[in-house]
């Protein structure tokens, strides 16, 4: 459903270009959270191999989403930034999540405090649960 959504409000919003893979998309947002950020970085972050992000940031840079950047300590060292293209895609991604938990919020808005605490209670006594196993 996520990219569904994505897809349709970057059309309404006049974006024309789009990472077509979700991975794609949380790595421009990675990018965006901690630019300027190296290939290491980012695969740490993701917890995906160095190789995979390489091929991903390659994508997005000959698309334009990204550019990529030295440091003035290190000239060997690339890191990346976004482009204002990836920035327009980021910042949609960004309000994208905003609405999902907004929407979250209202789904749990019909229970009392009482019902949300058990709740609470049941998911850590799963969590506990499934972990022990």
């Known amino acids: 459903m996520e990219m569904d959504q994505f897809f349709n409000i970057a059309e309404r919003t ?52 990204v550019k990529r ?13 976004l482009s204002p293209q990836g920035k327009k895609i980021f910042d949609l991604h960004e309000r994208l999540h905003e609405l999902e938990a907004e929407r979250f919020y209202r789904f749990l808005d019909k229970y009392s405090d009482e019902q949300l605490k058990v709740i ?11 972990e022990s196993r």
């Open 14 to 65: 006049a974006i024309e270009k789009l990472p077509q893979n979700l991975t794609t998309i949380h790595v421009l947002d990675c990018i965006g959270h901690h630019e300027p950020i190296n290939n290491t970085g980012i695969a740490e972050k993701m917890n995906l191999s160095k190789a995979s992000i390489t091929k991903i940031g390659n994508k997005l840079l000959e698309e334009g989403f």
């Open 69 to 81: 950047t030295q440091m003035n300590d290190n000239k060997k060292e690339m890191y990346f930034r």
């Open 120 to 130: 609470h209670q049941f998911l850590q006594d799963t969590s506990l649960f499934i």
